[in-house]
């Protein structure tokens, strides 16, 4: 499988591995928004710089939040303690990726579900997986073989996936700029991690083509081995930090204890670049994509109509749930029409969302406060087609929806931008009756787009 593989366990004893699940087809994608979604990226990408320095614009997203959200607003605090302190890292650096869904009630068009700004995961074996898909057009006849029931699959609909490699790069950029030679990239992970493969590729990447070294620490360990020293420069094992890159610390459970909330502290203060730092996490957050949404708010972020135009062209429909006259609104017509909405809490990961009946059962259980950590969406009601779908040997064709995303790497100090790129992309294909959408969950397989 040549890399495309996962851990079977989370023990970190294990070394099992097995393939990791994948669509036997490249999946059919419109080659129009595709290339739509990939230039629309760059877009995104100094977007999220923008609001990510304005502390107004944060402070009155987590004032709406109105302390609903445990999690967002212990990241907040960490924001709030660093922010303004002497002699700060001038480099930011985001890694980031925006998901689309094709809407049929709008004209088949793409509708983004969310962006993602910390831990984007899978660009390694994205990569993988676009290269399998070539292998099986180039090595066998088994897409084009003579049958009326499929389409023939050839190279040039098949588009190069620079997921892995753009990635890496972007890392060793970010290396560069912190202008140490013996300093080391560090990898920032959960413990027992089964994605191990995906972010090995990575490391490999920057030793072979950049020369730097990396070390992988949980926070745990990071909060026993990790000291600022002189400027705030980080040390682990008496090796310099350069560049702290979070493949964790997007979900509550990767902090069981207060040691791993004082790892993430000590990283925040700490003079190596962060990726993502507290204020680019928390822009990543599901209620500034709903506040985006909303008349007037992305026009204080984006001057150019053109690319005003682009950006909120793929907005869906995303409302409040608090207590103003449009959550009030939202609240009661997902009541009403629950099958027609996805309700959102303010996290990262698959199989947090509600879907169907759910979605009224979960607001009638909630006070009037808790609503505030949520944010309504329209369903995307995306068209299905037949994959054959391959987890643990196992193959099953069924009906299946894809979802494209598009990963996206931007490096500024201020407002001097060193890098703000598209960078390959991701296909996740499930099943149609399927609501959530991770690999690593069990959700879905990975994929690539065919062009048509």
């Given at each position: 499988m040549n890399g495309l593989v996962m851990k079977t366990s989370k023990d970190d004893e294990s070394t099992e591995l097995v393939h990791a699940p994948f669509a036997l087809y490249p999946s059919p994608f419109p080659k129009d928004l595709y290339e739509r979604a990939k230039q629309i990226q760059p877009l995104f990408n100094h977007l999220v710089h923008q609001m990510a320095q304005d502390k107004q614009f944060l402070e009155s997203v987590m004032n709406e939040l109105d302390g609903s959200d445990e999690f967002t607003q212990?990241?907040?605090?960490?924001?709030?303690?660093?922010?303004?302190?002497?002699?700060?890292?001038?480099?930011?650096?985001?890694?980031h990726r925006s998901d689309y869904l094709?809407?049929?009630?709008?004209?088949?068009?793409?509708?983004?579900?969310?962006?993602?700004?910390?831990?984007?995961?899978?660009?390694?074996?994205?990569?993988?997986?676009?290269?399998?898909?070539?292998?099986?057009?180039?090595?066998t006849n088994f897409y084009n073989e003579l049958s009326p029931e499929s389409m023939d699959i050839h190279l040039d609909a098949l588009p190069e996936n620079i997921s892995?490699?753009?990635?890496?790069?972007?890392?060793?950029?970010?290396?560069?700029?912190?202008?140490?030679?013996?300093?080391?990239v560090l990898f920032i992970v959960q413990p027992g991690e089964r994605n191990i493969a995906d972010q090995r590729h990575i490391e490999r990447v920057l030793f072979d083509q950049f020369n730097i070294k990396c070390m992988r620490r949980t926070l745990g360990q990071i909060a026993e081995q990790a000291e600022l020293r002189q400027d705030r420069k980080m040390y682990i094992n008496n090796l310099e930090i350069a560049v702290s890159y979070y493949r964790s610390g997007y979900t509550p459970d990767d902090y069981p204890t207060q040691k791993e909330w004082d790892a993430r502290l000590l990283v925040e203060q700490s003079y190596s670049i962060k990726c993502p730092n507290a204020a680019y996490h928390l822009v990543g957050s599901k209620k500034v994509q709903q506040i985006l949404a909303m008349p007037n708010q992305l026009e204080r972020f984006v001057s150019d109509p053109a690319h005003l135009s682009k950006l909120r062209k793929c907005f869906t429909g995303l409302y409040p749930l608090d207590q103003t006259k449009e959550g009030i609104d939202a609240y009661n017509e997902a009541l009403k029409r629950p099958q027609d909405f996805v309700l959102k809490p303010q996290r990262e990961g698959g199989g947090n969302n509600f879907y169907g009946q759910d979605v009224a059962d979960k607001l009638k259980s909630m006070s009037v406060h808790d609503r505030n950590g949520y944010i309504?969406?329209?369903?995307?009601?995306?068209?299905?087609?037949?994959?054959?779908?391959?987890?643990?040997?196992?193959?099953?064709?069924?009906?299946?929806?894809?979802?494209?995303?598009?990963?996206?790497?931007?490096?500024?100090?201020?407002?001097?931008?060193?890098?703000?790129?598209?960078?390959?992309?991701?296909?996740?294909?499930?099943?149609?009756?399927?609501?959530?959408?991770?690999?690593?969950?069990?959700?879905?397989?990975?994929?690539?787009?065919l062009f048509v």
């Open positions: 212990k990241v907040y605090k960490i924001y709030q303690q660093t922010i303004d302190l002497p002699k700060q890292q001038p480099v930011w650096f985001g890694i094709i809407d049929k009630a709008h004209d088949y068009d793409i509708k983004q579900v969310e962006l993602n700004t910390i831990s984007a995961s899978f660009m390694s074996l994205s990569s993988k997986i676009s290269d399998l898909h070539k292998f099986l057009s180039k090595r892995g490699y753009g990635i890496a790069k972007s890392i060793a950029r970010a290396w560069k700029l912190y202008n140490a030679p013996k300093s080391l309504l969406m329209d369903l995307i009601r995306t068209p299905f087609f037949k994959n054959t779908m391959v987890r643990n040997g196992k193959h099953f064709t069924v009906d299946v929806i894809s979802e494209l995303g598009i990963y996206g790497t931007f490096l500024a100090e201020g407002n001097l931008v060193h890098l703000n790129e598209e960078a390959g992309h991701l296909l996740r294909t499930k099943s149609s009756d399927s609501n959530e959408g991770g690999v690593a969950s069990g959700y879905a397989v990975l994929d690539s787009p």
